[in-house]
């Protein structure tokens, strides 16, 4: 294993195939939470990869049957209550998103489970992009209180059409796999045994393909988001508003207290 990646502790590797490193997001007792810890290596991990010569093509998983549970709880209390905290994570935040659409390298995602928030980032930012059936896919930020933030308003709208998206994003429903296969949100679902492996043959077609004919074709249509990024600026500055808000400790409590929240009924806007 190259030693660029030993610092990591919330983030796992291994090399499933020829020039293919597999990332597996770990928070174990967590459902794959993202704390300070992997929120930062989430960010980072990206440029690492894209400096690798030895990496083809990447993919990205969650351990123990779940992709990732999205924002640590105690993270997001921390963020509501210090501003140091919350710009910290904002650009994070802003940085995970451009990281990733800049990796050079093609990047397969295989999500099961719970797929939610920061991990949901990588999970429809990634280039091929693979639900098993039963997985649940949830951007969660307006059930917690907050604008629709991170990836969904440079992503949701491109793949899934904006009908889809305001459905989805302000209802903050779930999504299968299935249905999200349906919709375009995602490239390919399977069958939940068949996940790993399935990512393992797509990541490894890559990997065997030209580089630069791969890589380009990435650059090219990557394009499509990075028009999208003054959209993606707005939605990340008012999500990271909304930590300040009076409606992100009632969304906090009553996650912790696993009832439905009642936010405040009158707003100024």
């Not at 293919?20 to 007792?29: K, Y």
């Not at 960010?43 to 049957?65: E, L």
């Not at 998206?165 to 045994?193: D, F, Q």
């Not at 300040?244 to 439905?260: F, H, W």
């Amino acid at each position: 294993m190259s030693s660029i990646y030993d610092s990591y502790k919330r983030l796992k590797f291994d090399w499933p195939a020829e020039r293919v490193l597999r990332v597996t997001m770990e928070n174990p007792g967590r459902l794959n939470s993202a704390d300070a810890i992997m929120h930062g290596e989430l960010v980072r991990i990206w440029r690492d990869i894209d400096a690798d010569p030895d990496v083809s093509a990447v993919i990205i998983r969650g351990s123990d049957g779940a992709f990732s549970s999205g924002g640590d709880l105690d993270l997001v209390k921390e963020m509501s209550e210090d501003f140091n905290t919350l710009t910290r994570v904002w650009k994070e935040a802003r940085d995970l998103v451009y990281n990733i659409i800049n990796c050079s390298k093609p990047m397969v995602s295989a999500m099961d489970g719970p797929a939610v928030g920061a991990g949901l980032v990588a999970g429809l930012l990634a280039d091929i992009s693979i639900a098993a059936k039963d997985a649940r896919i949830i951007d969660g930020h307006t059930r917690l209180g907050v604008a629709a933030g991170d990836h969904a308003a440079i992503v949701w709208p491109l793949l899934c059409g904006m009908a889809k998206a305001k459905y989805y994003l302000m209802l903050c429903e779930a999504v299968s796999g299935e249905e999200a296969e349906r919709i375009g949100l995602v490239s390919l679902c399977v069958e939940s045994n068949e996940l790993h492996d399935k990512s393992i043959e797509i990541a490894t077609r890559l990997a065997n393909g030209s580089p630069t004919a791969l890589r380009w074709t990435k650059y090219a249509l990557n394009n499509w988001l990075r028009m999208a990024g003054p959209t993606f600026d707005a939605s990340l500055a008012l999500e990271f508003l909304g930590f300040k808000g009076p409606d992100v400790q009632e969304g906090l409590d009553s996650l912790r207290e696993k009832r439905r929240p009642n936010f405040t009924k009158n707003c100024p806007l």
